[in-house]
């Protein structure tokens, strides 16, 4: 894994606010989050070795980060300490579990280039696992290293962003939503615009919230999975639990839409509790729906 980790400020709101507006929040909690964390503790909860490329703060936030990166036996050596604050987030959560997020990136930022131990790390995975809340130039950097190695490369295009044609090249699967697709292909239309990148890797995972997943091979849909149907408290996280999941299963062999189901399970557990990390499913949880 390599990415971000945050301390998310979570403020319970009856409404998101509309620009201008203030609102008073009905709770308020901090939980451990960050795209890149999530991902790692969602790996290493579905039962993947996972080792950790990021960078916190010797602050109060970091210490609470490296903690949960203990408890989820996350090998976190590869995480720096950096002299800027740990990074932070801002999650409003209104009560139909849909949020709002603003990310001060902080140390996640100072993750600016790879030593060698990263690389060696990165060349020893079985898949690599990138978001996009550190610098694309690092993500693009290890995809290629993991690709010139023949580890599996994904990348969930979270916060949304247009990548560079070479490290579009250099993955072989893509995880967006819906909203990545638009941004990434640079295309309003859904339909569109999953067909246009469905091209341009060699497979795409389109996450569809409560409405499941496409899986896509070759420019070609290979399977849609619906979601389970369960009562939503909170969707932060969800994608990072589906995307860590997915990442654990390819990593053990799981082939395409086995890794899918797994992940829209996970994802679905994830939804059913509050807080990013908090509400990311261990491995049994998911097996235990799967074999139900
Ligand atoms: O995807 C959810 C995550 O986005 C939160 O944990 C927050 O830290 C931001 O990175």
Redesign the pocket.
């Known amino acids: 894994m390599l990415g971000?980790a945050?301390l998310?400020l979570v403020f319970s709101v009856e409404r998101i606010p509309s620009p201008g507006e203030t609102v008073l929040a009905t709770s308020t909690a901090s939980h451990a989050?960050?795209?890149g964390l999530?991902q790692a503790v969602a790996a290493a909860r579905a039962g993947a070795s996972t080792t950790m490329i990021g960078a916190v703060a010797d602050d109060d936030a970091g210490r609470v980060l490296r903690a949960v990166m203990h408890d989820a036996d996350i090998d976190s050596r590869l995480v720096r300490l950096s002299s800027e604050p740990t990074?932070q987030?801002m999650?409003a959560v209104d009560p139909s579990a849909e949020n709002s997020?603003i990310?001060a990136a902080g140390a996640n930022a100072t993750l600016t280039s790879l030593t060698d131990a990263d690389r060696a790390a990165i060349r020893s995975a079985a898949v690599l696992l990138m978001q996009l809340?550190v610098p694309i130039a690092t993500v693009t950097d290890a995809a290629l290293a993991a690709r010139e190695s023949g580890v599996v490369v994904m990348l969930n295009a979270?916060p949304a962003n247009e990548l560079p044609d070479e490290l579009l090249a250099s993955l072989d699967y893509l995880i967006v939503n819906e909203h990545e697709a638009s941004v990434v292909s640079g295309i309003d239309d859904l339909a569109r615009a999953t067909e246009e990148l469905a091209t341009r890797v060699g497979r795409l995972v389109v996450t569809l919230g409560s409405d499941g997943c496409e899986l896509w091979e070759g420019g070609t849909l290979a399977a849609k999975l619906p979601a389970r149907r369960v009562t939503a408290v909170d969707t932060?996280?969800a994608?990072?639990t589906f995307c860590g999941a997915f990442a654990a299963a390819i990593a053990e062999g799981a082939d395409y839409e086995a890794a899918g189901h797994f992940a829209t399970v996970a994802a679905s557990l994830s939804v059913q509790s509050h807080g990013?990390v908090p509400s990311i499913p261990l491995r049994a949880d998911i097996e235990a729906v799967l074999g139900a």
């Open positions: 971000s945050n998310d989050g960050g795209k999530n990074g987030a999650i997020i990310v809340e979270a932060t996280g994608g990072d990013a």
